[in-house]
Structures are given as C-alpha cells and as structure tokens.
C-alpha cells in the first residue's frame, strides 16, 4: 500500500515550518519525531489523558488525536515555546512555587491547559478552573496544587489591571 503524504507548513512556537507527512500521521507524532518537540508527552494515544495537548489557534487540543494536516496555516505552541529567554513562564513557575509537579509526564499538558485559562484575562472560580483542566489526568499528585497555581497567576493579572 502506497504512503499519502501532503506537505503542511504551520508555525510552532513562532517559527514557520514546513514538513512533508503522511496523511494519517498525528500532530504528536510530527512534533516528536520530525520536529524534535519531545516535552509534548505520548501518554494514551486516544485523546483522554491529556499529556499530549498543545495551543493551537489559542485553543487547547489533543495532538495525538489530532492529524497533522490538520495542522496545516495554524499557529501551534507546545511546552517549549513557554519560556523565554530561559525563564519559566509565570504559570510554569507557579506550578514549582505551588508544588504542582512529581514526576512532571503530565505537567506540560497541564501547564498547556492553565495556559489558556490564565489568557483568558477572567478570575475564574475554582469549580471553573478545574472544569478548564478537566481534560488532563495526574496520576501522582493531588489536583488542588494545579488549581492553586493557576489561581495564584489569575490573582497576580488581576492586581497588575
């Protein structure tokens, strides 16, 4: 059986990129193996875990349910565009402040997931925080950390208004 593939170009992390892919090839699977983005983790390969979301068009998504093609004209990040200039983002050091993180598989999923939340520019409640983070799964530590730590970012927005 003959590979279909389809050229796509994208930009990661705002840099443009162009990759040849096969048409039933994932998101995750290009940013791992092609584009050497390996913080965006494989966990369970069907959309459910969140370990592998990314940004893309400023909503969260499941890459490893998510085929490149799909891809093709969208603005991705990944964890690796967080930082900058070798400095944790704010949400990223808030996770460590707060004791967010263990063993760390899930945390750029999560870090993904807050991300978008603390973005958004609302004080969200603690209900609607964990509703927002619903699509990620931590097998090592309790959520209430993560929570905290997206509250402590929106609280730090809403003083610098």
Not at 135 to 155: D, P, S
């Amino acid at each position: 059986m003959l590979m279909q593939t389809r050229n796509i170009t994208f930009t990661v992390n705002g840099k443009e990129v162009s990759v040849n892919v096969d048409v039933r090839e994932s998101l995750l699977e290009v940013l791992r193996n092609r584009l050497h983005l390996t913080g965006t983790k494989k966990g369970c390969e069907v959309g459910e875990c969140g370990a592998c979301t990314v940004i893309i068009n400023g909503e969260t998504v499941d890459s490893c349910i998510y085929l490149a093609i799909w891809a093709d004209g969208k603005e991705i990040r990944t964890i690796e565009g967080e930082e900058k200039n070798g400095n944790l983002s704010r949400i990223q050091q808030a996770f460590v402040d707060e004791g967010a993180i263990q063993c760390g598989f899930c945390t750029p999923g999560f870090v993904m997931s807050a991300t978008v939340l603390v973005e958004s520019g609302e004080k969200l409640s603690r209900e609607e925080i964990k509703k927002g983070m619903a699509g990620n799964l931590c097998r090592c530590t309790g959520y209430q950390n993560i929570v905290r730590a997206v509250e402590k970012v929106m609280e730090e927005n809403l003083q610098a208004k």
